[in-house]
């Protein structure tokens, strides 16, 4: 079997590369998956036309990102007996499911290993909000395989379970051909911690690392794992289990969960605001700037 991403020969069976570490693709036969081979085929278009016309400003920009890690637990035993065409009709709906979550929230889908996928939140399309976007993609591809699974169950006897990781980092876009592939490279651990943290999630949950969960505070729930020791790493690492989405979904209510700083001495300030509000409830727009040292008011 041939690694996708350094080309090094690796024995039949293998789910790993022992040159490069990455995963392989799962044989289903000649022209198995051929409509998943080229990121082009897969990414919407109107997601393809934004990459292609920003790639000369991206390519070799150092960019903080969420990476997502998503496979089909046990694949190999679940396709192992299967005639090529019947694994296809049960892996296909599960890769399908998996690129839609991603690309609903602006994710691209740079890698997809036979059984699962690699996607990159906040870069070639940048986000701010990129590791949000990336657990409620987290979060909705779960849903959409489960919902897949009572079909599957019905017709082939068996109940796909997806893991997913998370790890937030940057990474360095190095090129990006017409096709949309990217030649990318990670600085830190943003790519290891995150097909790491696939690894270490049971089937059907998301495990997701404390970098991505801080930038997601106060739109998910999670619930500490403690810290686990991960091979590559001198020290453990926190892991959480993202559990789902907080209904509140703002950073203002995480802040205000854990206790927010009163006014002190900013009695001009805060009249400031009193008569803004005040002029708001007499049907007056208001707005207010706050900037260190001083505040302003305009209608």
């Known amino acids: ?10 024995p039949a069976g ?5 040159q490069c570490g990455a995963r392989l693709a799962i044989g289903l036969g000649e022209g ?35 990476v997502l890690f998503a496979d089909l637990k046990g694949s190999m035993e679940l396709l192992a007996d299967r005639d090529p065409e019947e694994a296809r009709r049960l892996l296909d709906p599960v890769l399908e499911r998996m690129m839609e979550a991603v690309h609903r929230y602006e ?57 997913i990781g998370l790890d937030s980092g940057e990474v360095v876009v190095r090129a990006i051909g017409s096709d949309l592939y990217m030649d990318y490279s990670a600085t830190g ?12 999630a049971a089937p059907g949950s998301i495990r997701v690392t404390a970098d991505t969960l801080r ?29 789902g989405a907080d209904p509140q979904g703002s950073r203002l209510h995480a802040a205000s969960a854990r206790g927010l700083t009163e006014f002190v001495g900013r009695d001009r300030e805060l009249d400031a605001l009193a008569e803004g509000l005040a002029r708001v409830a007499a049907g007056q727009g208001q707005v207010v700037a706050c900037v260190p040292g001083h505040a302003t008011l305009s209608r």
């Open 1 to 10: 079997m041939q690694c996708g991403r350094c080309s090094s020969d690796n």
């Open 14 to 18: 293998a789910k790993f590369c022992g």
């Open 32 to 66: 198995a998956l051929p409509r998943f081979v080229a990121p082009e085929r897969y990414t919407p278009k109107h997601l393809s036309e934004r990459i292609l016309t920003t790639k000369r400003a991206l390519e070799g920009e150092r960019k903080q990102v969420t």
């Open 107 to 163: 994710g691209t889908v740079n890698q997809v290993m036979g059984d699962g996928i690699m996607a990159l939140f906040g870069a070639p399309l940048a986000h701010e909000d990129h590791a949000v976007r990336a657990c409620y993609a987290a979060l909705d591809l779960q849903a959409a395989v489960r919902r897949f699974a009572d079909d599957a169950r019905r017709d082939f006897g068996v109940e796909p379970l997806v893991r």
């Open 189 to 200: 651990q943003t790519t290891h911690l995150a097909a790491r943290m696939e690894q270490l």
């Open 215 to 243: 930038l997601a505070e106060g739109y998910v729930e999670a619930k500490s794992l403690g810290p686990v020791p991960v091979k590559g790493l001198e020290m453990p690492v926190e892991v959480y289990d993202l559990v």
